[in-house]
């Protein structure tokens, strides 16, 4: 009678310690109606691979709209020079719902490769019910572009100087002058026979040269005489 009881008692407990067991297991799941999601029933969701960085909304990277304090996050734009490797989306009682471009979550269809990433949703609640997003982040990577230095502007030519004088003229060389033609034979015009005419009348020369002549025979004739009275 006795070992009766205890195996029945024995198979109560064990029921029961089971039946604990599967609630303690179903409350402790996490579960997500987006089946391009995997559901991660993890509290340690703040961590990014170590060649990863952790890319937040307030780094103003990615386009978006909803996130926080609603029940869908869209990413429409990424900036040039980041890549996404996972977009991890907080919300509900337990753990995260983590998105990877291009890769496919619990079996169902891929999330695209390229931004959009529409209605991004967290894990469920414990009582199955889709909760508000407490908060979201990307794992990625990102270039830096070295800034590039405006080009430095040469300094405006000034034109150089234009001489106002002109070019110094060729000097003109003297042209030769041509003897003067001989004066032909027979010519009367008081400058010789046989000299060329080169257009000075010099007969008044000869007319000068007379009457100082004959003012000087005058004058000694007139001192000859007064010598000859003196006597």
């Known amino acids: 009678?006795?070992?009766?009881?205890l195996r029945g008692s024995a198979a109560i407990i064990a029921l029961t310690t089971a039946a604990l067991i599967g609630t303690a297991g179903s409350a402790l799941a996490c579960y997500s109606?987006?089946?391009r999601?995997?559901?991660v029933p993890d509290r340690n969701h703040s961590k990014c691979a170590d060649n990863q960085v952790k890319i937040t909304p307030k780094d103003n990277l990615v386009d978006f709209t909803g996130g926080v304090g609603e029940k869908t996050l869209t990413i429409n734009k990424v900036h040039d020079?980041?890549?996404v490797k996972r977009i991890i989306?907080?919300?509900g009682d337990d753990g995260f719902n983590e998105y990877v471009p291009g890769k496919s979550g619990q079996n169902g269809p891929k999330l695209s490769e390229t931004a959009p990433w529409k209605d991004l949703q967290a894990t469920l609640t414990f009582g199955h019910k889709?909760?508000?997003?407490?908060?979201?982040?990307i794992c990625g990577t990102k270039s830096t572009k070295p800034t590039e230095t405006a080009p430095t502007t040469k300094p405006t030519e000034t034109s150089k100087p234009t001489s106002s004088s002109p070019a110094p003229s060729e000097t003109v060389k003297p042209t030769s002058t041509t003897s003067a033609a001989?004066?032909?034979a027979g010519n009367e015009s008081g400058t010789g026979g046989g000299l060329a005419n080169t257009g000075f009348d010099n007969m008044w020369l000869v007319w000068i040269a007379a009457l100082l002549l004959l003012g000087g025979g005058g004058l000694l004739a007139?001192?000859?005489f007064r010598r000859k009275a003196s006597e």
């Open 182 to 184: 001989p004066v032909p």
């Open 222 to 224: 007139l001192l000859k």
């Open 1 to 5: 009678m006795r070992s009766r009881t």
């Open 130 to 137: 889709q909760p508000k997003i407490d908060d979201w982040y």
């Open 89 to 91: 989306v907080i919300g």
């Open 37 to 39: 999601s995997n559901p």
């Open 81 to 83: 020079g980041v890549t």
């Open 33 to 35: 109606d987006d089946h």
